[in-house]
């Protein structure tokens, strides 16, 4: 594998760019504008929640069997750019499906297409960093594929979501899908593969039961959950029912039964499922990896579902329409980049200095002030405050992606890389399920008792993932540098 020159690690990385520039269009703009023509308001949260679950359950299997199927891949275009450019082309007519979606049904069934057209291609080019760079080249790669990662988040809300809420959807879905075609075109230019002249004795079955198995553990975690946070959520709700014989007792129970429901999928879902994939006594010999992914699902559950709740708690909030929410939203959102973009670039080098641990540790802490902050608008409702907010939840996750994953890298048994990282999709995929799947109802459920309370709810849920992501971390211990070692 010959050393990569200065723009290889821009080619490689380009898709990234388009294929973020889709996922957050679609997720953080087209999805919830839709869903608030179609969908009546008190039950617009539960859609979403629905939506989003169900679209991450396909991803969970389809990405993973995509990529080991481009693993096995023998056409003389290379093993990656074939399926780059079949996702893409079929990306296009599920962008064309949202555009012309009519009602609830249609929107959710473009969106489970595009979840699993979009996937072909994720699950392929994934594998260009270990094909095309060095491994000691792949942090620098690494790095520059997050930050393709990191610009469409502060496009989109920059230009997208602007264009949107000036009543051009349908200028934005060509828009996105203009600049997706474009990159998907630019990479298989640019991308150089050696064509794979012997297929690998790698089966799909014994992968695709380890998928099975992280997807079962988190529905498992899921379903405890909600057995549990009903449980306890019924038993005050009970309590205070008997002490205040007041509309306060429902809102205080489900509330409590959420929080309890969410924290209990995210430490059970991860378990169940880790101990699936890995096997039990793997698990247990590796409690700082396992806690590191419960880690990053306390945080990924929080901030994402933040983000998918926004524009409907923003139209509340403000009494909005939804053309106004979008724009809104959109500088909600720049705002969420810019600090992003500016913690993530000092955060590796501050990371070396005070710890990794030390570092996501205060990303959650920040993080969670900031859901608590966009909380206050509800009885507060000021622009500025929703300003501060998203600083403060930009910054969190700037500081998180910079250092995250390098702490779990430094985790796992080096010789079994490969296979203890990919139960690490549990944080990504399981995020919406747990965040968005069991949040969306309990908004819209007491949101009818007493109107904007049910936001009030899932917010202080949120805040709280993002403490126990923090909480969790004394459980991880960090193994010292290579430079602080003793040999």
Not at 84 to 93: A, H, N, S
Not at 128 to 150: C, Q, T, Y
Not at 354 to 370: D, E, N
Request: net charge positive.
């Amino acid at each position: 594998m010959k050393s990569p020159r200065w723009y290889d690690y821009l080619t490689i990385n380009l898709y990234w760019f388009g294929l973020n520039i889709r996922n957050n269009a679609v997720g953080g703009v087209f999805l919830p504008y839709l869903l608030a023509a179609f969908v009546a308001e008190d039950v617009r949260n539960t859609a979403l929640g629905t939506i989003r679950t169900a679209g991450l359950v396909i991803a969970m299997l389809v990405q993973p069997a995509m990529g080991i199927l481009s693993d096995r891949n023998t056409s003389r275009f290379g093993r990656r750019r074939p399926f780059i450019f079949v996702g893409v082309l079929l990306d296009l007519l599920c962008l064309a499906f949202i555009a012309v979606s009519w009602n609830y049904t249609s929107l959710l069934i473009a969106i489970l297409l595009i979840q699993f057209t979009a996937n072909i291609s994720h699950g392929a080019v994934q594998g260009l960093i270990p094909d095309l760079i060095p491994e000691e080249k792949r942090g620098i790669a690494s790095g520059v594929k997050g930050f393709m990662e990191l610009i469409p988040l502060l496009l989109v809300s920059l230009i997208i979501a602007r264009i949107v809420g000036n009543g051009g959807f349908t200028l934005a879905v060509i828009i996105v899908g203009g600049v997706h075609l474009l990159i998907m075109l630019l990479t298989l230019i640019l991308v150089k593969e050696t064509p794979l002249t012997e297929k690998p004795d790698i089966p799909l079955a014994p992968t695709m039961l380890r998928v099975l198995g992280m997807l079962a553990g988190i529905l498992a975690g899921a379903g405890g959950g909600l057995l549990a946070g009903g449980a306890l959520g019924g038993l005050v709700w009970l309590i205070a029912h008997f002490l205040f014989q007041s509309s306060i007792a429902p809102i205080l129970g489900v509330g409590i039964g959420c929080a309890a429901a969410m924290t209990i999928a995210v430490g059970a879902g991860v378990w169940t499922g880790a101990s699936a994939t890995l096997g039990w006594q793997a698990a247990r010999q590796n409690t700082s990896f396992i806690w590191w992914i419960v880690n990053r699902l306390f945080f990924f559950s929080a901030l994402t579902s933040i983000q998918s709740f926004s524009l409907f708690f923003l139209m509340y909030v403000f009494q909005i329409t939804r053309e106004e929410a979008v724009k809104v939203n959109g500088n909600l959102f720049v705002v969420v980049g810019i600090f992003t973009l500016l913690a993530t670039l000092p955060g590796g080098a501050l990371s070396d200095r005070f710890g990794r641990r030390k570092l996501v540790g205060i990303s959650g802490a920040i993080g969670a002030l900031g859901a608590l902050v966009l909380l206050t608008t509800i009885f507060t409702p000021r622009l500025p405050l929703i300003y501060v907010a998203g600083t403060l939840l930009g910054t969190a996750t700037g500081l998180f992606y910079a250092t995250s994953w390098a702490l779990g890298v430094s985790l796992v048994p080096q010789e079994q890389a490969g296979r203890y990282l990919g139960v690490s999709n549990l944080a990504g995929a399981g995020a919406g399920m747990v965040g968005t799947g069991i949040g969306g109802p309990v908004a819209d459920w007491i949101n009818r008792i007493q109107p904007g309370m049910g936001y009030f709810v899932i917010f202080g849920a949120y805040a709280l993932l993002l403490i126990l992501s923090v909480v969790t971390l004394k459980l991880v211990k960090e193994k010292p540098a290579p430079s602080e070692r003793v040999n």
